[in-house]
């Protein structure tokens, strides 16, 4: 029988990282010591690993599995995306060699099942993987390492079961006797609150390896460029001077962008009509490639109007920016600048990121554009600038996570800068300088701004001081949906006799309709003074609402989230 070689079909061997050993500090040391008496005395344990970016956190994954596989367990490794993983691989595979294994959504069916068979087997003692790889078929587990902790790629949105990959790492080494490693430069408030409340042990790296000091940040006020030039720069005067100096000498640069396309929206400036999908309530993205408008929810496609369908004036223009749309801005400005943009239209093959990944290691590219998925734990020596082309994305966003969220996402990619011998440097274009964020983001205080918006988030009694669940009913018939929706916010506020939690909607979703199917939700809010587990409200869920009224048989979906990540 022909022995399937997954590990080179899977990741291919195109991509190639220099590794080296690392002397660990002392700090290192020391939280590796405390580690490893776990191990050896299997005591379940979580551990909050939390260290600025580029402060050494893997080489303490990588001591830590070590210990595990002396100890002749296993370990699983979590990463957050798909993109992280030739990185990944190639450095756990410098240290354990073909015991290394990884399992993710672009394996094909028969890749999947002979990889998730030699699991199985034992042949692989190291499985790396984004969220899902937390139920791969270990049979002696010791160590699950969740990388990136933080990350809301970890919860499960779209499908049943709606699981939280780090609670489910959690439970499994609690049941198994093993240790969990969570790290991050910016760890979730959720973990951090168990940190105060006993339940995980805190370890703090503050200092980058081999005394690398933290990039230096600067804010571009946006509204000051407008003032001077007269329109709005989608590359300030700041950035393109850095990025110039860059490609004099030879450094490369990163620029983030989180909205791909070209532009978010076009708009007639004689009527103001803006073209919208027609199955669902948001509006259509401009793609340059193919002149087309996209739903980036439901994939609807119609191509872009000349004039417009309402008045027929011939003034459409295109507002806002995606990354398309700045990769043709940043060529008109750097003449043979050689600039590779990464987001979901340049990565749907199979190895599509791997290539782009390969290509930017190797040098032939002085500028990596692209979207988030480039801001999360990527590790290149040459890049000493980072530019964030609109800081302000998501920060008014109709979520009480958003400025935990963005200040997460520019700090993770602030520091993409200054991992290699050059200083790093990173600029940040807003046009809101003033808001709080920015004053925790410019000095690297992490933990002022988590101590200022845990203060907020209790008078508010918003998680992590409270559960909370989304009840969410989609429908093709909008009286239908609200019908039912009332019928369900009515029976949770019958069944509140103690007053043990809050109701709030129903409502609309903020996204009311995505391909003609139409969205109300409600959202129980529970104090965990008074019932930390949900006891309660679980069971009114399951058998006053579920079972006793049968929602099955009802002519909407009813969706269930325990400790959403998103309420869109």
């Given amino acids: 029988q ?32 405390v580690i490893e008496n776990s191990l050896v005395a299997e005591r379940f344990e979580t551990f909050l690993l939390h260290g600025i970016t580029g402060s050494g956190k893997t080489q303490i994954y990588i001591e830590a599995i070590r210990k595990t596989l002396e100890l002749n367990k296993q370990a699983i490794v979590l990463i957050p995306e798909i993109v992280l993983t030739p990185q990944t691989l190639v450095r756990f595979q410098y240290y354990f060699g073909d015991q290394v294994g990884i399992i993710h959504s672009r394996l094909s069916a028969g890749e999947k099942r002979e990889m998730l068979h030699r699991i199985r087997r034992g042949d692989f003692r190291v499985v790396i993987g984004p969220r899902s790889a937390i139920f791969a078929p270990v049979s002696h587990l010791g160590l699950v390492v969740v990388d990136e902790e933080h990350e809301g790629s970890y919860k499960q949105t779209d499908a049943q079961p709606r699981y939280h990959a780090r609670d489910v790492a959690v439970l499994r080494a609690r049941l198994n006797k093993a240790v969990v490693i969570l790290g991050s430069a910016t760890p979730s ?30 804010l571009v006020d946006l509204r000051e460029e407008w003032k001077k030039g007269g329109s709005y720069p989608v590359v300030s005067e700041s950035l393109e001077l850095k990025l110039e100096s860059r490609l004099l000498t030879h450094e490369q640069a990163m620029i983030l962008q989180n909205r791909r396309g070209y532009s978010p929206f076009i708009m007639c ?33 119609e191509k872009a109007p000349d004039v417009c369908p309402v008045c027929h004036g011939m003034d459409i223009v295109y507002r806002g920016i995606g990354t398309q749309r700045l990769e043709e801005v940043l060529n008109e400005n750097f003449a043979g600048c050689r600039i590779l943009r990464m987001d979901q239209d340049t990565t749907r093959g199979k190895h599509g990121h791997l290539n782009l990944l390969e290509k930017f290691r190797r040098g032939d590219a002085d500028i990596l554009l ?13 890049v000493t600038l980072v530019g964030i082309v609109s800081a302000d994305q998501g920060l008014h966003f109709p979520d009480f996570r958003a400025s935990e969220k963005v200040f997460q996402l520019l ?14 440097e990173v600029v940040v274009q807003t046009f ?43 429908g093709k018939e909008l009286p239908v949906v609200e019908q039912h929706a009332q019928a369900v916010a009515s029976f949770l506020w019958k069944a509140n006799k103690n ?24 959202l129980i809010k529970q104090d965990k003074e008074k019932d930390p587990s949900l006891n309660y409200v679980r069971h009114i869920l399951k058998e006053g609402l579920i079972r006793k009224n049968n929602i099955r ?13 998103e309420i869109l």
């Fill in 370 to 382: 692209g979207t988030k998925m480039i801001a999360k734990g990527l590790d290149f020596q040459k």
């Fill in 189 to 218: 408030f959720e973990s951090l609150y168990n940190v105060q409340q006993g339940l995980y042990k805190y370890f703090r790296l503050g200092k980058r390896i081999t005394q690398r000091s933290l990039p230096r940040i600067s």
């Fill in 411 to 424: 700090t993770q990619a602030a520091g993409r800068a200054g991992r290699g011998s050059g200083s790093g």
């Fill in 499 to 522: 007053r043990l939690y809050t109701v709030l909607g129903p409502a609309p979703s903020p996204i009311a309709k995505i391909q003609q199917i139409y969205r109300y939700q409600i």
């Fill in 432 to 474: 809101d300088p003033s808001h709080f964020i920015f004053k925790y983001l410019m000095t690297h205080d992490y933990q002022a701004f988590f101590e200022k918006e845990m203060a907020s988030r209790k008078s508010l009694k918003y998680p992590p001081f409270s559960r909370l669940v989304l009840i969410r009913l989609e």
């Fill in 269 to 301: 400036q004689e009527c103001g009509f803006v073209s919208k999908c027609p199955e669902c309530e948001i509006t259509l993205t401009y793609h340059q490639a193919n002149h087309s408008l996209i739903c980036h929810y439901c994939g609807y496609r």
């Fill in 2 to 33: 022909k022995k399937t070689e997954i590990q080179e079909r899977s990741i291919s061997l195109n991509y190639s990282e220099e590794v080296t050993d690392v002397d660990l500090s002392s700090e290192q040391r020391d939280i590796v010591r």
């Fill in 553 to 565: 048989n009802w002519p909407v979906n009813v969706i269930i989230d325990v400790d959403p990540m």
